[in-house]
């Protein structure tokens, strides 16, 4: 008999499941054990990424004094002799005799010997051309250093890459950024059942998950591919193998929609069992989600992967993806744990026994306050799509109106820092 037709055959006991935070816990640790490799950016390229290394100055900022407004840069007292005007990008020369003045520009350097800056809207001229008014009594420029002095960490290693960090970095004058290469991420969709394409009828669904759960992981920060998609596979063995296998080659993260059970065509498990994967979580005592679990592979080389068993239920998968692949993905990418909001329950929302209920809800961020929706069955997705993210309700507990739970925050737009 064939490896392969031997692990289908093995009769696995069902594991006690893992606490709900345990389970992430567990998850994020491995994946910041696996940091993904560090690579240089271009700050134009670099959107998405994690920094790997703290962001520094490489100048003071302002890295010279410079002008809050446009006006007259003068020494001493006035009326002052125009000798001449400065304007951003120049460098003047000193300010050297009193009563003397150059026109300024805002952000224009302030030269050398200036005693203070007369706002332009707030000077006149005297009939033999001076410059006249009365400067105000604070300066009008921005002093070396006062936003950041040189060498000084203004951002984290951990910290994700948007728009307003690569701005600073630009203003602290790096042109490319040490950042996590970002994780790649495959798809397979298990089940001969599901239609891809068209409306479901005569025994089969439709498959949400397979255009759904790429657009997920893109908001984790992975990159993810059309070819990186497959399915849906046959319900066989042999078919589970190739398709886990070639998937694995390319991708650090694997995520896997159906087969979790242990039922006659769910051959998830023995498709691990014969790639030689150990389970980092197997099952999760959390509702809905059940059940789910996170795999590692390690080759000869050192290079680590990992599957993520999602169930076949939609929403059951997007619990498995904001409970183990969320926190994975922030490891990999050298990130902190994130740590949850806490929000006020707007209604009562009930316990699932020994079970963490996460419980989906629309947040009010005015009031800090969620609300539970409607349609939540495993199946169902309507609910989902109207929906910020998850309750968190701990296990043997229900959430009363008013009660402080934490939130597990849906990363609704690209990059988004919530997960």
Not at 82 to 99: D, F, H, M, Y
Not at 200 to 218: E, I, N
Not at 311 to 332: H, I, R
Request: hydrophobic share 45%; aromatic share 4%.
């Amino acid at each position: 008999m064939s490896t392969e037709a031997a692990a289908a055959t093995v009769e696995v006991a069902a594991p006690p499941p893992a606490g709900w935070d345990e389970a992430r816990s567990r998850v994020y640790a491995v994946g910041l054990a696996a940091a993904l490799p560090t690579v240089g950016r271009p700050l134009a390229d670099a959107d998405g990424h994690t920094l790997a290394e703290p962001l520094t100055t490489r100048t003071d900022l302002p890295a010279f004094p410079t002008s809050s407004v446009d006006g007259w840069a003068v020494r001493g007292d006035g009326p002052w002799r125009v000798v001449g005007r400065v304007l951003a990008g120049q460098t003047p020369s000193p300010l050297e005799a009193a009563g003397s003045t150059v026109e300024i520009a805002t952000g224009a350097m302030v030269p050398e010997g200036t005693t203070a800056i007369l706002r332009i809207e707030e000077s006149t001229r005297t009939a033999d051309g001076r410059v006249a008014g009365t400067p105000r009594p604070a300066p009008e420029w921005r002093e070396p250093g006062e936003e950041a002095y040189a060498g000084e960490e203004l951002l984290p290693a951990g910290t994700p890459v948007d728009p307003a960090v690569i701005g600073l970095a630009a203003s602290c004058g790096h042109d490319t950024l040490r950042v996590r290469r970002r994780p790649r991420a495959a798809l397979l969709v298990f089940g001969d059942e599901l239609l891809t394409a068209g409306p479901p009828g005569a025994g089969r669904v439709r498959d949400a998950l397979g255009p759904a759960v790429p657009s997920w992981l893109r908001r984790y920060g992975c990159q993810v591919r059309p070819a990186d998609v497959v399915g849906p596979v046959a319900d066989t063995l042999p078919a589970h193998v190739a398709a886990l296998r070639a998937a694995l080659a390319d991708a650090d993260l694997v995520c896997t929609t159906g087969g979790t059970m242990h039922g006659p065509v769910d051959h998830l498990h023995p498709t691990l069992e014969t790639l030689g994967a150990d389970y980092v979580v197997n099952t999760v005592a959390v509702r809905p989600g059940f059940p789910m679990l996170l795999a590692r592979l390690v080759d000869g080389d050192g290079r680590v992967r990992f599957v993520a068993g999602l169930p076949g239920n939609p929403q059951s998968a997007v619990v498995a993806l904001v409970s183990l692949v969320a926190p994975l993905l922030a490891g990999l990418q050298g990130r902190p744990m994130p740590v949850l909001p806490q929000v006020t329950l707007a209604e009562p929302v009930p316990g699932r026994g020994d079970h963490t209920h996460l419980a989906l809800v629309r947040w009010d961020r005015v009031a800090g306050t969620v609300h539970p929706v409607r349609h939540v069955g495993s199946a169902m997705l309507r609910g989902l799509a109207g929906a910020d993210g998850f309750a968190v309700i701990r296990p043997g507990t229900s959430g009363a109106a008013g009660d402080r739970v934490p939130l597990v925050p849906l990363p609704l737009t690209p990059g988004e820092r919530a997960w």
